[in-house]
């Protein structure tokens, strides 16, 4: 078939690699977010899936909004057959949609219809779900509500992170998202529409989102900071400013040589940097204070000489 993808960060550039590589399907065109500046410099730049392209000389589109006359006109020159989405980040307008032949067909990371909207691994990361997954579905205007074709599962590991779970279903998703493209081509995929019950939603994680309550329980301190991890990442405040966190441990009864600590309080031990929360205390990984490198809790305790009774809030 001869596809336009769309898709804009690292986590779709996996599928892009896939379907070029795939000999039964064409890649004729990229969809793609405009450049925008990035990092420090804040360097206008092209996106992960945009550079991709380019890499392999294909015609790359990068409209401002996916109504724009001029880019539906192209797109309908070009008359794909169809146009595999990952993490496009832009809303398509029925112009859009009814353009290729077999539709648009969305790789979404999650099972549906469990967690739609832009944040599916992190918000199966904090609710702590023990299975998650890929799916690839029909983009119909509902959010994330169109039929599904596929899907494959991932078990979710104590220690994942945000960016360690996505990673794996970048790539088994990839996978996924050919073997669709083969089963429509062949006709012998058809998509089953979705439960109407077990609709859960995942909306876009804000800064103010990953601000971590030392007064929630530590299962929830470190599901939250984990599913923050590394965007946009965790924080907290301490003597005013803010202080970023990264993935804690729970700490066991049986390693309890202590007096309980209230919610947010320090306490400095020698190999360890502890915080208390609602329920038992949390040990602190990596930190990184206003203006200062990431480094180890007990190297930024050790500089900042903490206060007995100090907290984070």
Same mark, same amino acid.
């Given at each position: ?218 299962? $929830? ?5 984990? #599913?923050? %991890? ?9 003597? /005013? !400013? =803010? *202080? ?44 990184? $204070? ?5 480094? #180890?809790? %007990? ?9 007995? /009774? !100090? =907290? *984070?809030?």
């Amino acid at each position: 078939m001869r596809l336009v993808f769309a898709g804009t960060p690292e986590p779709a550039v996996p599928s892009l690699r896939a379907l070029l590589a795939a000999d039964r399907h064409e890649v004729v065109a990229v969809i793609t977010r405009p450049d925008a500046p990035a990092g420090r410099g804040r360097r206008v730049v092209r996106s992960p899936v945009g550079a991709l392209a380019d890499e392999h000389g294909i015609e790359v589109l990068t409209p401002e909004k996916a109504g724009d006359p001029v880019f539906l006109e192209r797109l309908t020159e070009i008359a794909p057959d169809a146009c595999p989405v990952v993490a496009y980040g832009a809303l398509l307008p029925q112009t859009a949609l009814d353009v290729p032949r077999f539709g648009w067909v969305n790789l979404h990371f999650s099972l549906l219809p469990a967690w739609r909207g832009a944040a599916p691994v992190q918000a199966a990361l904090r609710a702590g779900d023990e299975f998650t997954g890929a799916s690839t579905f029909r983009i119909v205007r509902e959010l994330d509500a169109g039929p599904v074709f596929g899907v494959v599962t991932e078990r979710v590991a104590d220690t994942d992170t945000a960016g360690s779970l996505l990673e794996r279903l970048a790539g088994s998703g990839a996978d996924l998202l050919v073997s669709t493209m083969d089963g429509i081509e062949d006709g012998t995929l058809r998509p089953v529409e979705q439960a109407g019950e077990d609709v859960s939603y995942a909306p876009k994680i804000t800064v103010e989102d990953a601000r971590v309550s030392f007064t929630a329980p530590a299962t $929830a301190v470190d599901r939250l900071i984990r #599913a923050v %991890t590394p965007e946009p990442g965790a924080w907290a405040e301490f003597r /005013g !400013e =803010r *202080l970023k966190l990264g993935p804690v441990a729970r700490v066991s009864e049986s390693e309890v040589d202590f007096e309980p600590l209230a919610p947010g309080e320090l306490l400095v031990q020698r190999k360890r940097v502890l915080a208390g929360t609602a329920t038992t205390a949390v040990r602190l990984g990596d930190v990184q $204070a206003q203006g200062k490198k990431r480094m #180890a809790a %007990t190297d930024w305790a050790r500089g900042t000489r903490i206060d007995q /009774g !100090e =907290r *984070l809030s």
